[in-house]
């Protein structure tokens, strides 16, 4: 509110008015405006790039435990509750099938070894049929029908081959068991399928010998199986040279 209050100033009619508490005006040194400017932005930056609580946590605030003045909150973290699983007890868990596998000797192996059984898996490897007990059998059966088990490896040709040896009847020679191993098994798939399907199923010696009877590789048949034995082959190591080695 202004009240007039007349005075006299050298003829002139003059007025005093009361004001109000004069505005106070802070005036900032350009050092001082600097240091309020980089607050402000540190404050800001700091908004903008503060990370965020993670999805699965919820903050609460509870009064602070370090005052009695409980107008102070500090965040308290609240992890999710674990979870569990009840299962039947009738509940079985199906059984688990697992591949197997198996090994063979390879070629160096059954060379190294030498004996007639191992001549005999050669040659069920050369023609891709299966290693199996009946199958290695029924070879050395054959072997004993044709040189005998003492010298079986004679002129490396141990079921007296026609194909690839160079002599005719069977009378023919190759320069080691390995080769001799490749032509017997050649021979076979190239003209003697029932003898093929008994060694492609490798599951009875018997049946492949009855194979072998009916086939022309030997022009006796081995008078249908009369000239056959089953007794147990021995088992006879050929010399290194036989072998190539």
């Not at 509940?91 to 059954?110: F, N």
């Not at 059966?141 to 141990?158: A, H, I, K, L, T």
């Amino acid at each position: 509110m202004q009240t007039a209050n007349p005075t006299t100033s050298h003829g002139r009619r003059s007025a005093s008015r009361h004001v109000g508490a004069p505005l106070q005006v802070v005036r900032l040194s350009l050092q001082n405006r600097i240091a309020v400017g980089v607050t402000a932005l540190a404050l800001v930056a700091g908004l903008s790039i503060a990370p965020t609580e993670p999805a699965q946590a919820v903050t609460v605030m509870a009064p602070s435990q370090t005052g009695t003045d409980t107008s102070t909150t500090s965040p308290v973290v609240q992890q999710p509750a674990a979870q569990t699983f009840e299962v039947d007890a009738n509940v079985v868990a199906p059984p688990i099938t697992r591949d197997t596998t198996e090994a063979t000797d390879g070629v160096q192996t059954l060379a190294n070894n030498g004996t007639n059984a191992d001549w005999a898996k050669l040659v069920l490897m050369d023609g891709g049929w299966p290693q199996t007990e009946q199958n290695v059998t029924v070879l050395l059966r054959w072997m004993r029908q044709e040189n005998g088990p003492p010298d079986w490896w004679n002129r490396n040709n141990p079921l007296n081959n026609g194909y690839g040896s160079g002599g005719g009847a069977g009378l023919g020679s190759y320069d080691t068991l390995r080769d001799a191993a490749q032509y017997a098994a050649l021979n076979l798939q190239r003209g003697y399928p029932g003898i093929v399907a008994g060694l492609t199923a490798g599951t009875s010696a018997d049946a492949t010998a009855q194979a072998i009877w009916a086939s022309p590789w030997a022009t006796s048949h081995y008078a249908n199986g009369a000239h056959w034995s089953t007794a147990p082959v021995p088992i006879v190591k050929a010399p290194a040279s036989a072998w190539g080695g």
